[in-house]
Nanobody, 124 residues
Framework: VQLQASGGGLLQAGGSLRLSCAAA????????MGWFRQTPGKEREFVAA???????TYANSVRDRFTISKDNTKNTVYLQVNSLKPEDTAVYYC???????????????????WGQGTLVTVSS
């Protein structure tokens, strides 16, 4: 599975952005797709995930501001990020898992495939 993330940028606090992750090599209906983020010196942090059937999970820190979705016809997963805060600044990675237990486990080790990351910078 190849993953290509895009959509990052520089925004002011309170702004919105939509990140995209195009998948190739396997259909989304057979994968759990996740978004993670990472800042320098810190571990990769779970943000959100969506199952093949569309069940969603979120980190508590983003639950009311971020929305994960997907378009199976385009084999693409999205992360709509609203009300951005400076602490949301990070490299955002999309990931794919063929493991059934990945949806409710936030450990990145559950994911087999990773995209290259897209940088989101939020200024105050």
């Amino acid at each position: 599975v190849q993953l290509q993330a895009s959509g990052g940028g520089l925004l002011q606090a309170g702004g919105s952005l939509r990140l995209s992750c195009a998948a190739a090599g396997r259909t989304l209906s057979n994968l759990i797709m996740g978004w993670f983020r990472q800042t320098p010196g810190k571990e990769r942090e779970f943000v959100a995930a969506i199952s093949g059937s569309g069940v969603r999970t979120y980190a508590n820190s983003v639950r009311d501001r971020f929305t994960i979705s997907k378009d199976n016809t385009k084999n693409t997963v999205y992360l709509q990020v609203n009300s951005l805060k400076p602490e949301d600044t990070a490299v955002y990675y999309c990931a794919a898992s063929t493991r059934g237990d990945a949806l409710y486990d936030t450990d990145p080790i559950r994911y087999n495939y990773w995209g290259q990351g897209t940088l989101v910078t939020v200024s105050s």
